[in-house]
């Protein structure tokens, strides 16, 4: 199938990668001219703009931008894809973004004749270059039926979620529990080691009782406990704070929106964004137990 792919960063690179791979023809854009070199040399061909791409015979395109302001700038920009595109080409849009806006940019596109999906993922940067990423989708029925034998091609569950900018409500739901689920085990691991027990003793027994989490048993904040998180590697690689607070972000204004209050959410935003300030940024979002640690000196 020919298909347009315009992002390719640290997700849209490699996703694009496992789409040649399972034989699709590629045209790809992004700003960044190392990106696109990388995926022509794999075997896509480079168009020079999203009006480019929405002018050539893609059947299908998909987008893998940072924000909001650049997905509404690609698709209803002045000379965006929707300005060129054809009636009937599938647009899919795999960014996080805010549920209202994915809503937004799915009317626009649907009036101008093109089905539209969001469908962010979970899976990081690992899930996306072995193709083994969740996809949310949210959108038509029969559109996510056409979309699903190329998603397979880098996703392991695809989950149809409902209507348009469903995928983008399951997926700042999810991250806005991990980000407080996160705060909660790192409050906890650090009370019980401050109180004289042993880290991997207290992860032990949370793991088999009531406190069990995702964020105790698989991504432990407290070093050493796991061997495979970023806890225990100095919290690089993995989800990094700053992106953990963008979908917080995204979480508290989709619920200013909705008028509905999350209050432990909106408390979780201002913590991150208080340990961002303090220049940690780049590191997991596990490394937020630090703030729990008693400063040396
Ligand atoms: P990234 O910054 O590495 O990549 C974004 C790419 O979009 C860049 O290459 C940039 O040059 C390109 N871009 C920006 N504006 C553009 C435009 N107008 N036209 C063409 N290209 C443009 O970001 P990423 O880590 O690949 O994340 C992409 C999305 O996926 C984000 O919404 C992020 O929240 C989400 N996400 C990321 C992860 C992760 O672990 N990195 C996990 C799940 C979801």
Redesign the pocket.
């Known amino acids: 199938m020919k298909i347009g792919f315009?992002?390719?960063?640290?997700?849209?690179g490699p996703m694009a990668l496992n789409l040649l791979k399972a034989g699709h023809q590629l045209s790809v854009?992004?700003?960044?001219a190392a990106?696109v070199k990388h995926l022509v040399e794999a075997g896509a061909s480079a168009v020079g703009s999203?009006a480019e791409m929405a002018k050539g015979d893609c059947e299908v395109i998909i987008t893998?931008?940072?924000?909001s302001q650049?997905v509404k700038?690609?698709y209803l920009g002045e000379d965006g894809l929707l300005a060129h595109v054809k009636a009937g080409v599938l647009l899919i849009d795999?960014?996080?973004?805010d549920p209202i806006s994915a809503r937004e940019v799915a009317g626009a596109a649907v009036k101008h004749g093109n089905p539209m999906l969001d469908a962010?993922?979970?899976g990081?940067?690992g899930g996306a270059a072995a193709g083994t990423l969740t996809f949310m989708i949210g959108g038509e029925q029969a559109d996510f039926d056409r979309a699903q034998p190329i998603l397979a091609a880098m996703g392991k569950n695809i989950v149809y979620c409902g209507g348009a900018g469903n995928g983008q409500v399951a997926k700042v739901a999810n991250n806005m529990l991990l980000g407080i689920s996160m705060i909660g085990a790192a409050e906890a691991m650090n009370l019980g080691v401050s109180l004289g027990m042993d880290a991997k003793v207290l992860a032990g027994i949370i793991n088999t009782s009531s406190g069990r989490c995702w964020s105790t048993d698989t991504y432990n904040p407290f070093p050493g406990v796991i061997e495979t998180a970023p806890a225990s590697r100095g919290y690089t690689g993995g989800?990094g704070t700053d992106?953990m607070l963008?979908d917080l972000g995204l979480a508290t204004e989709a619920a200013k929106q909705a008028r509905q209050p999350v209050m432990l959410g909106a408390a979780a935003q201002q913590i991150y964004q208080t340990f961002s300030q303090q220049g940690n940024g780049g590191l997991d979002f596990s490394a937020i137990i630090k703030l729990y640690s008693k400063q040396e000196g």
Not at 6 to 12: A, C, E, K, Q, V
Not at 64 to 67: H, Q, S
Not at 94 to 97: G, H, M
Request: no cysteine; charged share 5%.
């Open positions: 315009l992002g390719l960063g640290n997700m849209g854009f992004d700003l960044v990106s999203p893998m931008l940072p924000a650049h700038a690609v795999s960014s996080t973004i962010p993922v979970s990081g940067t989800f992106l963008k």
